[in-house]
T-cell receptor, first 110, second 116 residues
Framework: KNEVEQSPQNLTAQEGEFITINCSYS?????LHWLQQHPGGGIVSLFM???GKKKHGRLIATINIQEKHSSLHITASHPRDSAVYIC????????????FGEGTQLTVNP | DGGITQSPKYLFRKEGQNVTLSCEQN?????MYWYRQDPGQGLRLIYY???????QKGDIAEGYSVSREKKESFPLTVTSAQKNPTAFYLC???????????????FGDGTRLSIL
């Protein structure tokens, strides 16, 4: 079993829909990261959080430390949101190293 | 504009050849990382360096080598000993200065390596 599990693996939505991507982890962490990988391959960091909730534009990330679970929400989705979304954790015992989930491929159709 | 530059974007290698992937950053970051990405799998750590002239093996270091002679540069060599080198390679960097707490990693745009 992977230490970081994401669901779903693939997600197709219509423009305007509310989207949720889930991430569960099984290790102690110091922080959880949400990343976005564009079709060309480059990766952008969206959020880093260790508790509560963060919001940036139409993106919202939440984390429940007790349940070892995080969600990434996209409100009013748009075709330009189509990308792979990756959850990663900074483990308490491994310093700056990250452990990655397999990613969720999101496709938003017009 | 500060950032991470990986070159080339696409690279082809013949069997038995070594090939070096470039990674340069002008973010003044101390720590740098090399990851490999295969279809359907999460990123896996090859090597990382917390400071100049020092580096550590990651989870899949066999068949790879690195150097960190300058703060800005962290080249990765894929040697002929790497039996399945076809993959997407990503470089990242991060500040690791004390007092700055946990910071996100900044990623390059990647290099796609293929075997001819």
């Amino acid at each position: 079993k992977n230490e970081v599990e994401q669901s779903p693996q693939n997600l197709t939505a219509q423009e305007g829909e509310f989207i949720t991507i889930n991430c569960s982890y099984s290790v102690g962490i110091s922080a959880l990261h949400w990343l976005q990988q564009h079709p060309g391959g480059g990766i952008v960091s969206l959020f880093m959080l260790s508790s509560g909730k963060k919001k940036h534009g139409r993106l919202i990330a939440t984390i429940n430390i007790q349940e070892k679970h995080s969600s990434l929400h996209i409100t009013a989705s748009h075709p330009r949101d189509s990308a792979v979304y990756i959850c990663a954790v900074s483990r308490e015992t491994s310093g700056s190293r990250l452990t990655f989930g397999e990613g969720t491929q999101l496709t938003v159709n017009p | 504009d500060g950032g991470i530059t990986q070159s080339p974007k696409y690279l082809f290698r013949k069997e038995g050849q070594n090939v070096t992937l470039s990674c340069e950053q002008n973010l003044n970051h101390d720590a740098m990382y090399w990851y490999r990405q295969d279809p359907g799998q999460g990123l896996r750590l090859i090597y990382y360096s917390q400071i100049v002239n020092d580096f550590q093996k990651g989870d899949i270091a066999e068949g790879y080598s690195v150097s960190r002679e300058k703060k800005e540069s962290f080249p990765l060599t894929v040697t002929s000993a790497q039996k399945n080198p076809t993959a997407f390679y990503l470089c990242a960097s991060k500040t690791s200065r004390r007092g700055q707490g946990n910071q996100p990693q900044h990623f390059g745009d990647g290099t796609r390596l293929s075997i001819l």
